[in-house]
């Protein structure tokens, strides 16, 4: 057959487009049933869990909003918390105890150690980090 013959046999270009886009529109519908028909079972199943799900955070949500948070401290943590409030009520400078060393110096009773002291400030400075 030449070529001429194959040209002649085929339809007009414009029936053969509509040709065409039957077929497509057949074969999509056709395509799309059988999609539908497949996936509505899988559909329902995904609605159904999805609503279950919904049920159950509503569920959550609501005992949540009713439930109040609660803290339990360790017996350390209690201690501390008195510690810290005795610390607030009591004075951090003894007066009395002020009082009597100012009393003793003023009247010439109180005796320093030198000793003592020169122990205590070389203990101190070896606590102290070295900064060289």
Known sequence: MAITQVITALPPPAQRGVDVYETFVTTQETFQGALYTNL??????????????????????????????TVDFTHTAQDIKTAVATGAVTPV????????????????NYKIDVEHVAEKMLRFEDKLPDST
Do not use: C, H, W, Y
């Not at 559909?43 to 949540?64: G, H, P």
């Open 40 to 69: 509505v079972p899988e559909i329902n199943a995904f609605s159904t869990q999805a609503n279950a799900m919904k049920t159950e955070m509503n569920s959550l949500a609501a005992s949540a909003a009713v439930s109040a948070d």
């Open 93 to 108: 400078i003894n007066e009395d105890r002020v009082a009597a060393i100012k009393s003793a110096l003023q009247s010439g």
